[in-house]
């Protein structure tokens, strides 16, 4: 799974801040992107592949359990009371070794993950970091969130109740869609810079920067791990 961190070069990095830097300085928006390695646990994989191999060693295990004392008459080997805390810690061991694996194989994850659940955790990680790295929370109700998350390969554009009302829910879309071909495309730098200067054009025009206006968030990319 691609790491938010390591995920753009420093160049990179400059060439979106300066992208914010520049259509902040037309606008009284506050424009803050966001990158996340991913929005959700998504453990249901570990669990399925835990369970399979859970059952597959308790099989084997009572499969191979000697029983020689009650077919040959004798009553020497381990006792009966012994096979069911037998099975029961080879249900347990195969559950943690197959949700260890599982957990180390990134692929795995998205067959058993529905992609709508996928899309509410990233809505929902977008919701978060809307309110919890203050974009809501600016002055003039002008925060926005431009919020890509890597392992769901999903987009969303969050506004605060300013621009959705000066640009309509519309243009936030067109923008979001935008982001979507870059992101696509395996252009994830280029795609941020394009949408971050397209929503300053859009927003110059109806909330223009006006004197004395304070920038309020920092210019940065935020990479969420």
């Known amino acids: ?13 400059t ?5 914010v830097a520049k259509a902040e300085s037309r606008t009284a928006a506050e424009i803050v992107p966001v990158v996340a390695s991913s929005s959700g646990r998504y453990d249901r994989a570990e669990d399925i592949v835990g369970l399979l191999t859970g059952l597959v060693l308790m099989a084997i295990t009572w499969r191979f359990y000697p029983r020689h004392w009650y077919e040959s008459g004798s009553w020497d080997g381990p006792s009966m009371s012994l096979e069911l805390p037998a099975l029961a810690l080879a ?11 599982a957990s180390r194989i ?3 994850r998205p067959l058993f993950t529905p992609r709508m659940q996928m ?3 990233v809505n929902a990680r977008a919701r978060q970091a809307f309110f919890d790295d203050r974009v809501h ?4 109700a002008t925060g926005l969130l431009i919020f890509v998350s890597l392992y769901e390969r999903t987009a969303v554009i969050l506004a ?5 009302k000066h640009l309509g829910q519309g243009t936030l879309d067109d923008l979001c869609a935008g982001l979507v071909r870059k992101l696509h495309e395996g252009h994830a730098a280029e795609g941020l810079v394009e949408t971050i200067l397209a929503a300053g054009e859009h927003l110059a025009k109806t909330l223009p920067r006006e ?15």
């Open 1 to 13: 799974m691609p790491q938010a961190s390591t995920y753009f070069t420093d160049e990179q990095r």
């Open 15 to 19: 060439r979106i801040r300066e992208a």
């Open 91 to 101: 249900v347990l061991v195969g559950f943690l070794v197959g949700a260890a694996i």
């Open 106 to 108: 990134g692929w795995l």
């Open 119 to 121: 899309r509410e955790e």
């Open 137 to 140: 929370h600016t002055k003039g």
């Open 160 to 164: 605060d109740e300013a621009i959705t």
């Open 211 to 225: 004197a004395g206006d304070v920038n309020e968030l920092a210019d940065a990319l935020i990479l969420m791990d």
